[in-house]
C-alpha cells in the first residue's frame, strides 16, 4: 500500500457503445493521464445476475430491461482504480450521467450524448466502490505494485 492516507478504489466499466465505437483506449487514458494506478483490468460479458445487483437501485425503472439489454450487447472492460479520494475523482472525470449536458472535459462530456449510452459506469462512493470491485473481481485479479508515478503526482503528505 502506498499511502498512509485515504486509499480508495473505484470499479469502472467501459460499457458496449464504447467498445462498439472504439473508444477504450480513449478512456483508459482519461485515467492514465490523471495519475490513477490500474490495479485491475478485463473484458467480461455480464448477465442478468450481476446486473440485477450491479443496478439494483433502478431495477423498479421502465428503463431497466433496455438498460440490461444494452449492457448485455456486447462484454465490457471492467477495471478497478486506485488512489487518493479516487471515488470522486473518477467520477468528475467521467462527468454527469446525461452525457449531452456533461461538461465539456469530462468523457461523457467528450464522447457521448445519450443518457444510457454514456461510455462509462463508475462507483458513486467510497463504500459502492468496495462492494463493487468486490462484485467485478475475485481477489487474486486486483494487484497490489508500487508506482514510481507517484513520487510526482503527489505531494509527500498526500502519499
Ligand atoms: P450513473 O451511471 O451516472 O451513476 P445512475 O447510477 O443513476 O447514473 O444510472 C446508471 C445507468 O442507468 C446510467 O449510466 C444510464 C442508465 N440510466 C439512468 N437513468 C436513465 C434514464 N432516465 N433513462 C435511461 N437510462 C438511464
Ligand atoms: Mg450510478
Given at each position: 500500500?502506498?499511502?498512509?492516507?485515504?486509499?480508495?478504489k473505484s470499479l469502472v466499466?467501459?460499457?458496449?457503445?464504447?467498445?462498439q465505437r472504439g473508444l477504450i483506449g480513449q478512456v483508459v487514458?482519461?485515467?492514465?493521464?490523471?495519475g490513477?494506478?490500474?490495479v485491475g483490468m478485463k473484458m467480461m460479458g455480464l448477465d442478468d445476475e450481476i446486473l440485477t445487483a450491479h443496478y439494483s437501485h433502478l431495477a423498479d425503472k421502465p428503463f431497466f430491461?433496455?438498460?440490461a439489454k444494452?449492457?448485455?450487447s456486447s462484454p465490457v472492460i471492467a477495471m478497478c482504480w486506485e488512489g487518493?479520494?479516487?471515488?470522486?475523482?473518477?467520477?468528475?472525470l467521467c462527468g454527469i450521467t446525461k452525457a449531452r449536458e456533461a461538461e465539456a472535459g469530462s468523457?461523457?462530456?467528450?464522447f457521448a450524448m445519450s443518457v444510457s449510452c454514456n461510455v462509462v459506469h463508475a462507483s458513486d462512493s467510497v463504500e459502492n466502490g468496495e462492494i463493487e470491485v468486490g462484485r467485478f473481481f475475485e481477489d487474486d485479479e486486483i494487484h497490489s505494485y508500487k508506482k514510481s508515478e507517484y513520487e510526482h503526482v503527489y505531494a509527500e503528505d498526500e502519499k
Open positions: 500500500m502506498q499511502f498512509d492516507g485515504v486509499n480508495e466499466l467501459v460499457k458496449p457503445d464504447a467498445i487514458s482519461r485515467f492514465e493521464r490523471k490513477l494506478k490500474l430491461p433496455s438498460l444494452f449492457m448485455k487518493l479520494e479516487v471515488v470522486n475523482a473518477v467520477r468528475e468523457i461523457r462530456g467528450d
